[in-house]
């Protein structure tokens, strides 16, 4: 009797366990689901980067267009969601570099504080 009721506890923890892992995963398990919009990845510390932020804060960018940050220098989820979104665009992983803007909407990659700065400029007839 005490075998059949371990074995019934034993046998329950593993599937309440199971469930736990399954319904742990994260819920926006396509990373597609968050490439609509324009997405701004960046690293602290990184320099052209920096200047890129200036110029948002300066001109006051995140008021006059909806956009998302990610940092990618200590974010894991973000480097991978930043790798997805280069693949999309023909770069290879070793070839990724930040600042990085992805233009959801042209459904196209922007690299570097120029090429970032010029496109917010275009966006806003600044």
């Given at each position: 009797?005490?075998?059949?009721?371990?074995?019934?506890?034993?046998f329950g923890i593993?599937?309440?366990?199971?469930?736990?892992?399954?319904?742990?995963?994260?819920?926006?398990?396509?990373?597609?689901?968050d490439l609509k919009?324009?997405?701004?990845?960046?690293?602290?510390?990184?320099?052209?980067?920096?200047?890129?932020?200036?110029?948002?804060?300066?001109?006051?960018?995140?008021?006059?267009?909806?956009?998302?940050?990610?940092?990618?220098?200590?974010?894991?989820?973000?480097?991978?969601?930043?790798?997805?979104?280069?693949k999309k665009c023909?770069?290879?992983?070793?070839?990724?570099?930040?600042?990085?803007?992805?233009?959801?909407?042209?459904?196209?990659?922007?690299?570097?504080?120029?090429?970032?700065?010029?496109?917010?400029?275009?966006?806003?007839?600044?």
């Amino acid at each position: 009797m005490k075998k059949i009721t371990l074995i019934l506890i034993f046998f329950g923890i593993t599937v309440l366990i199971g469930i736990g892992f399954y319904f742990s995963r994260e819920k926006n398990s396509s990373p597609n689901q968050d490439l609509k919009g324009i997405i701004l990845f960046y690293g602290i510390g990184c320099p052209h980067c920096a200047k890129v932020e200036e110029f948002i804060k300066e001109n006051k960018i995140q008021e006059k267009i909806a956009f998302e940050e990610k940092e990618v220098y200590f974010n894991k989820e973000n480097v991978k969601q930043l790798v997805e979104v280069a693949k999309k665009c023909g770069f290879n992983e070793n070839e990724i570099g930040v600042p990085f803007l992805w233009d959801g909407e042209g459904q196209r990659c922007i690299v570097g504080d120029e090429p970032i700065i010029n496109f917010f400029k275009e966006k806003l007839n600044l």
